[in-house]
Antibody
């Protein structure tokens, strides 16, 4: 059974750096063609794709946020970490991680998300 | 830059069929090949219902189907059930910018 669980602070302050962890089980990021993606959803708004990292350490970022995002993986811990710098109230959102596959461009299994609020 | 437009809400009675559209506002959508649809019940993990325009993942009911015409993709749900009430999002991979767009979401109400 594949599971993904997002974790991190529920509250951060403006200008701080947010670090979120996606801990997964049931698959490995050492397996060819596997990837993990980060997606967020501000309250009452649409989903927004943020970043993706693949088994081979290939990474892609949202063009509008790429200067503020870093995604890394720790295969020994089955974790993917997303760092978002210079947080702003507009970054308040539920952050999801999901599993994907190279070249497929859909996200087959998701976590339930973690809500992050940015306070001024 | 492309955007994906969905109706804010749709509704239908149990047993009926509904269709949710997803229209790209730009022509640079790479042939609309990598379209997927997600069902999201609040507080739960989103679930992929359709990928690559019209393919259903294993375990998804065949009441869900996908199609496309030009710059518009569609999700059709037939034989509506109460459990189908949720938010639905389309997504599209844009090769020109090498990232994934999501639509604004459609709230489905089963009357």
């Amino acid at each position: 059974q594949i599971t993904l669980t997002e974790s991190g602070p529920a509250l951060v302050k403006v200008t701080q750096t947010l670090t979120l962890t996606c801990t997964f089980s049931g698959f490995s990021l050492t397996t060819n063609e596997v990837g993990v993606v980060w997606i967020r959803q501000p309250p009452g708004k649409a989903l927004e794709w943020l970043a993706i990292i693949y088994w081979n350490d290939d990474k892609r970022y949202s063009p509008s946020l790429k200067n503020r995002l870093i995604v890394t993986k720790d295969t020994s811990k089955n974790q993917v970490v997303l760092t978002v710098t210079n947080m702003d109230p507009v970054d308040t959102a539920t952050y999801f991680c999901a599993k994907t596959n190279w070249g497929s461009w859909y996200f087959d299994l998701w976590g339930r998300g973690t809500l992050v609020t940015v306070s001024s | 830059q492309s955007a994906l437009t969905q109706p804010a809400s749709v509704s239908g009675s149990p047993g009926q069929s509904i269709t949710i559209s997803c229209t790209a506002t730009s022509s640079d959508v790479g042939g609309f090949t990598y379209v997927s649809w997600y069902q999201h019940h609040a507080g739960k993990a989103p679930k992929v219902m359709i990928y690559d325009v019209s393919y259903r993942p294993s375990g998804v009911s065949d009441r869900f189907s996908g199609s496309k015409s030009g710059n518009t993709a569609s999700l059709t749900i037939s034989g509506l059930q109460a459990e189908d009430e949720a938010d639905y999002y389309c997504s599209l991979y844009t090769s020109s910018n090498d990232y994934v767009l999501f639509g604004g979401g459609t709230k489905l109400t089963v009357l």
